[in-house]
């Protein structure tokens, strides 16, 4: 059983840069690819970015360039650094634990001037 906690959300304006962190806890950490995931008002949840377990890691086509995913396994934490945000990246944005399928509670992240 895997616990997740994700943190760091807010309102920023265009171009403006968050960063997301979601904490794990009940397992090894370690043993888990990580994922963050967004979901915008009436639309699908769909998968932002990936980190392995061995650390390699994949990106949504419309965010490759602007966001990095990272981990640090000591701290079973895995972070979302999001740079020049734009309108389109508003929505909540959870994180996930691959295998079990386990969801955090998610983040809202609202890009508005």
């Known amino acids: 059983q895997v616990q997740l906690v994700e943190s760091g959300g807010g309102l920023v304006q265009p171009g403006g840069s968050l960063k997301l962190s979601c904490t794990a806890s009940?397992?090894?950490?370690?043993?888990?690819?990580m994922g963050w995931y967004r979901q915008a008002p009436g639309k699908q949840r769909e998968l932002v970015a990936l980190?392995?377990?061995?650390?390699?890691?994949d990106y949504a086509d419309s965010v490759k360039g602007r966001f990095t995913i990272s981990r640090d396994n000591a701290k079973n934490t895995v972070y979302l650094q999001m740079n020049t945000l734009k309108p389109e990246d508003t929505a909540i944005y959870y994180c996930?634990?691959?295998?079990?399928?386990?969801w955090g509670q998610g983040t809202q992240v609202t890009v508005s001037s």
């Open positions: 996930h634990a691959i295998p079990g399928g386990y």
């Open positions: 980190i392995t377990r061995g650390g390699s890691t």
């Open positions: 009940g397992s090894i950490f370690s043993g888990y690819d």
